[in-house]
């Protein structure tokens, strides 16, 4: 009978001795989930979702309402963009929503809880998948704004800051959606809770028309709730530069909503149900 080699007698740990040590990157790790939901996006259509949006809302918004606001002397084109932008954001953070829900819903995030991976490299593939989207969505709308006559009249500095900005408010948006989505796992009855309250703060905001034409009673409320605050500072970025007085009220929002969701979406990401 033929022996037996020394290294199939040895155990596990001395016949895997002279492997290299396994190096765990976290980077890689982040890489490898945000490039497999990226590609579930391009194979499923959401980036072309993404770009078909904001053309939806571009008709949807200008059309209807451009003949009675060039009445009032107002350019239309250059008033109603910040609003198609936060919209085309506000569907990004939809998106964010429905995707941790269902990653939750499914054990997948559970899984991925019990592999050696960052515990916060999950969350951050999501937010990285969700700023691709909200990029794609965001090139889409400028230009599609510039055919119905939006123009960058400040300069490429504040069209940049204009498009910094758009992000950042799409980004901490879909922070807080992310935290929802890993609490309800409950994708439909999500995107349904979120879209009312979207639809809301949306119209009831100086983003369509300006706040003279509403009842003054409502008046505070439309001119100081974020999503004005955001129009306010975007459409300055887009004309004659924005304003330190301007920027300051959307900039303390952004920061604000940032300081909230980020804890409640870290400790959302990492529980375990």
């Known amino acids: 009978m033929t022996a037996l080699p020394e290294s199939a007698k040895a155990g596990p740990a001395t016949l895997f001795a002279e492997l290299p040590a396994a190096r765990v990157s976290s980077l890689a790790q982040w890489w490898a989930l945000t490039s497999r939901i990226v590609h579930t996006m391009a194979v499923k259509g959401e980036l072309v979702a993404a770009v078909v949006t904001p053309l939806v809302f571009t008709v949807g918004f200008y059309l209807p309402l451009r003949f009675v606001m060039n009445f009032q002397g107002i350019d ?31 054990g997948l995030s559970t899984r991925l809880q019990a592999m050696p ?20 969505s965001l090139t ?46 409950n994708p439909e009855s999500l995107s349904q809770a979120l ?26 409320f439309v001119r100081n709730q974020p999503i004005s605050q955001f129009s306010f500072a975007l459409r300055d970025m887009a004309a004659d530069g924005v304003a330190w007085d301007v920027l300051w009220v959307p900039l303390a929002w952004s920061i604000g909503l940032a300081v909230a969701f980020i804890p409640l979406a870290i400790w959302a990401s990492v529980r375990r149900s």
């Open 76 to 106: 239309y084109a250059q008033y109603v963009m910040p609003i198609i932008v936060l919209q085309t954001m506000a569907f990004t953070m939809m998106s964010n929503a429905q995707l941790a829900a269902f990653e939750a819903l499914t």
């Open 117 to 136: 991976i960052g515990a916060v490299v999950p969350l951050g593939a999501r937010l990285s998948a969700g700023l691709v989207r909200s990029i794609t």
């Open 140 to 185: 889409a709308a400028v230009l599609f704004g510039h055919l119905i006559g939006f123009r960058f009249s400040a300069g490429w500095v504040q069209a940049a800051l204009f498009c910094v900005f758009a992000l950042a408010v799409g980004t901490v948006l879909a922070i807080g959606a992310d935290a929802l989505g890993n609490i309800t796992k």
């Open 195 to 220: 879209t009312l309250p979207t639809l809301i703060f949306g119209m009831l905001s100086c983003g369509f028309v300006p706040e003279h034409n509403f009842p003054e009673w409502i008046r505070p």
